[in-house]
């Protein structure tokens, strides 16, 4: 029978009221990425210190891709014209952000909406630690004072690796 003709009603209630937390998450986070949004659109100023030179990186990534798979090979290595004073191993955080700049265009703004990314990871993370320790809704009230953290909330608009540090140490530590 499918479950979608359940005979006892409250059994419904219930399954609701259970996922009602981690709906709460998602909520956090859409409120998050639309916050970022219209900061970022009303923002007419230049990215915020581009911390070890990662966006840099990124634009070179991006731009090598779509010139040879030749030049993208240089570009990871570090190689070649693509050689900088910046360290070449720097490339996880940098080729995350290569989907998102195919999909809405290259920019400042957009490498900013790509840690949007590392904000679903960790606040997910918080929440199935402290639901796995605890309950689901003392999960969601994490998920939710952290997302409302000064840092993290500052954090969120910068790109840099720091905040995709955070979100990577949050999943292995759930991953425990």
Request: glycine fraction near 6%.
């Amino acid at each position: 029978m499918c479950s979608m003709f359940v005979k006892n009603p409250k059994a419904k209630i219930k399954t609701m009221v259970n996922n009602q937390p981690f709906l709460g998450v998602i909520l956090i986070i859409f409120v998050h990425a639309l916050i970022n949004y219209i900061w970022l659109k009303k923002d007419n100023f230049p990215l915020w210190f581009d911390y070890g030179g990662y966006y840099q990186r990124s634009l070179e990534l991006y731009y090598a891709s779509r010139q040879s798979f030749a030049d993208f090979i240089s570009a990871f290595l570090g190689t070649g014209d693509y050689a900088h004073s910046y360290f070449p191993q720097r490339i996880i955080f940098p080729l995350l952000s290569l989907p998102v700049y195919s999909f809405f265009g290259v920019g400042p703004d957009t490498a900013v909406m790509s840690c949007t990314i590392f904000l679903t990871i960790c606040l997910f993370s918080i929440y199935a630690i402290t639901a796995k320790m605890f309950d689901r809704v003392t999960g969601f009230w994490a998920a939710f004072i952290l997302s409302t953290n000064p840092g993290f909330f500052t954090y969120n608009r910068r790109y840099s690796l720091d905040f995709a540090d955070t979100a990577m140490i949050a999943q292995a530590a759930y991953f425990l």
